[in-house]
């Protein structure tokens, strides 16, 4: 059986690193809020290029506390709208709604998959105050445009950047492109940690500094508290084998490249639609593969009766959620046909050439 993705091989290429490591947090007694979490921020903010990365317990938190750090910066109030692509994960538009914001949703680019940026600005009211832009899959979206219509109407913009760590536009890393971003290292992502993780990064002092008091109980100096806060840490368990794993994520990244490569130029057959390699390379970083068939649901059989396990990113989209019963009715049908077509094919740096060769064999033999 060819694995989705094979996180203990993924792991177990750094073992000596990375039990060394947790052996030397183990031992050295101190769990929380120490050397391995800013050493780890250190690195992460060196190879973005952003002036602060601050580490949190996961994704959702991590765009959670950007939105909520600007509601307490009298940025954005509770009730105006924010616009992001309707066929994202979940996450994206929980951390809208949880914080009493409203997410206004944007049709994708079917070649893309990302937010259609000629879309946007119909979309635009005197209530929207930010663009939550999300590189889905691995790809970057972002465009002179964006940022125009984003100064025009004086909205931020905020990257989930979940999925795409590592990636470039213009020589300009994913998660250093807006106001600032949203990392998660959820084990499955590109950069994986044991168990949940996320970061925050940003170039605004006043924003990185109510963030990490926001996460702190709303507190910068022990039991004071100057906001409602929340307790949202990466512990140094994570911290440390993130930054191990942070040195290799580029290796990784090319390895990915190579094999989304050979997907795109050896799968011939006319059933299936392959993604886009984009014209510059550095602007994907394939979290995932994703095809599209009319025949998806068969194709998914006939490839796991063949060894082959493949997931769907995702089977339901957000607005017909029951989550968001409020959208059921509403129509967004290039997203729709997204969630009806698309598959997600194995692809991890850990993939042998082999296990590629009988991907693209079994693919164009259906
Ligand atoms: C994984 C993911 C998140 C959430 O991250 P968690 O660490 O699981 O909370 C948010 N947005 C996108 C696009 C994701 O893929």
């Not at 750094?14 to 921020?41: C, D, H, K, P």
């Not at 946007?120 to 889905?136: C, M, N, P, R």
């Not at 963030?211 to 109980?217: E, Q």
């Amino acid at each position: 059986m060819i694995k989705f993705l094979d996180l203990q091989k993924i792991n177990l290429q750094y073992q000596q690193e990375i039990e060394t490591q947790l052996l030397e947090v183990f031992r050295s007694g101190w769990y929380l809020m120490g050397e391995r979490l800013a050493n780890f921020e250190k690195n992460l903010s060196n190879y973005i290029g952003a002036k602060h990365a601050i580490g949190v317990a996961n994704g959702l938190d991590a765009l959670r506390l950007i939105l909520r750090a600007y509601i307490e910066m009298g940025v954005m109030n509770v009730g105006d709208e924010i616009i992001v692509p309707s066929n994202t994960y979940i996450a994206s538009i929980l951390a809208i709604s949880d914080n009493g914001l409203v997410p206004v949703l944007v049709e994708p680019d079917i070649n893309t998959y990302n937010i259609d940026i000629a879309k946007i600005e119909e979309k635009t009211t005197s209530k929207t105050k930010g663009i939550l832009i999300v590189h889905l899959q691995g790809r970057i979206v972002f465009s002179n445009e964006l940022k125009e219509i984003a100064q025009k109407h004086n909205l931020k913009i905020i990257e989930d950047n979940a999925q795409t760590i590592g990636a470039k536009w213009n020589g300009i890393r994913s998660g250093n492109l807006g106001d600032a971003a949203g990392f998660s290292f959820y084990p499955g992502k590109n950069l994986g940690a044991l168990g949940d993780a996320g970061a925050v990064t940003t170039n605004d002092d006043e924003l990185a500094k109510a963030i990490r008091t926001l996460a702190n109980y709303g507190s910068s100096q022990k039991y004071v508290n100057i906001y409602k806060g929340l307790n949202s840490r990466l512990d140094e368990i994570q911290a440390a084998v993130l930054d191990v794993k942070l040195k290799y994520i580029d290796t990784e990244n090319e390895t990915r490249r190579l094999i989304a490569k050979r997907f795109i130029s050896e799968i011939t057959n006319p059933e299936i639609i392959l993604p886009e390699y984009p014209e510059s390379e550095e602007e994907h970083v394939w979290h995932v593969f994703v095809i599209r068939s009319k025949k998806r649901d068969i194709l998914q059989k006939y490839l796991t009766e063949n060894g082959i396990q493949t997931i769907i990113h995702y089977p339901i989209p957000p607005h017909k959620q029951e989550a968001y019963k409020e959208w059921n009715a509403l129509s967004f049908p290039i997203s729709e046909k997204i969630h009806d077509e698309v598959l997600s094919l194995p692809i991890s740096p850990v993939m042998t050439l082999e296990e590629v060769s009988k991907v693209i064999d079994v693919l164009n033999n259906f």
